[in-house]
Nanobody, 124 residues
């Protein structure tokens, strides 16, 4: 069973930056697309960013495009989310996700494994 462990969350002020990391294990990492989702209480989990298995294609939610950057290091079995220009709307629990099968795409429905999440809080 895939294991995903997020880190890097915390409390920051509006305008500041954070970098989230996700360490993956029990997975042939280089074959799987990876993504980041987020959720606030009372709302559904929403797609934030995705990156294909080879790293050539990325996609972002409109609300984060131009501010967030997803990247991966297949040698380290890790995926990252660089978040710049944070605002209060970015406050959420952020989840790392792995594709449900090798070579999948990066639509929301393509992800099937989830980490425990890391809290990001942005104070205004």
């Amino acid at each position: 069973q895939v294991q995903l462990a997020e880190s890097g969350g915390g409390l920051v002020q509006a305008g500041e930056s954070l970098r989230l990391s996700c360490a993956a294990s029990r997975i042939t990492f280089s074959l799987f697309s990876m993504g980041w989702f987020r959720q606030v209480p009372g709302k559904e989990r929403e797609f934030v960013a995705g990156i294909t298995w080879g790293g050539r294609t990325t996609d972002y939610a409109g609300s984060v495009k131009g501010r967030f950057t997803i990247s991966r290091d297949n040698a380290k079995n890790a995926v990252y989310l660089q978040m710049n220009g944070l605002n209060s709307d970015d406050t959420a629990v952020y989840y790392c996700a792995a594709g449900s099968r090798p070579y999948s795409g990066i639509n929301s429905a393509d992800f099937g494994s989830w980490g425990q999440g890391t809290q990001v809080t942005v104070s205004s």
